[in-house]
């Protein structure tokens, strides 16, 4: 059977993915871009934003593995947009990427405001479904091809994957910096450690790189 990953899932100090007052014009909410400055000087990264350039030490081996082997994604509402509520007033959005996203495969995004499925260019459909991890699990899989699926984000969405123990690869970037408030990615996970092998690495940028697989 095809695996669960997530890649490149940058945290805090104190475990925290994303800032707090996420909006249009701060997707990151007041972390602003602190917690993705390591993955932003990476090749992968200039790479999928048609820049050449970036760095080709470890932090870019372990940013590179994100790709190879996808068929599918799936990512919570909060990923895809800094909207709330029913999509009447917002239906000209179609996500943080412009026109052709990165993720060139089928995109499931989790919501409890259902739309029609946006087909976007390079391969990227997005599909909204309201649907528990383990049906949008069971429909990304039949996308997926017999590849890999991926969990893009936010910290809600990676951490329901969790908790329905649903994840065979996790990718944790932990960035020195405390933000205080925000989503974290930890709560009600205690002794998730124990389900997987846990392999650390710093890099010089100062990020430590924490993988879990399964045994």
Known sequence: MSRVRVHN?????????????????QPFGH??????????????????????????????????AWEPGIGAEIMGRNKFSPHRGPWEDHEEWQGWWGDDPPFHTPVFVLTHHPRPSLEMAGGT???????????????AREAAGGLDVRIGGGPTTVREFLVADLIDHLHVVVVPIILGRGVRLWDDLEGLE??????????????????FSRP
């Open 194 to 211: 124990k389900r997987f092998t846990v392999e650390p690495v710093t890099t010089p940028r100062g990020v430590t790189h924490v993988t």
């Open 125 to 139: 459909t997005f599909h909204f479904l309201d649907a528990t991890p383990a049906e949008a699990l069971r429909q």
């Open 9 to 25: 899932f940058s945290l805090s100090l104190d475990g925290f993915a994303t800032g707090e007052g996420q909006s249009l014009e």
């Open 31 to 64: 972390a602003e871009t602190r917690l993705h400055e390591w993955f932003f000087q990476t090749r992968t990264f200039r790479s999928m934003h048609g820049e050449a350039g970036g760095g080709a030490g470890v932090d870019e081996a372990l940013a590179s």
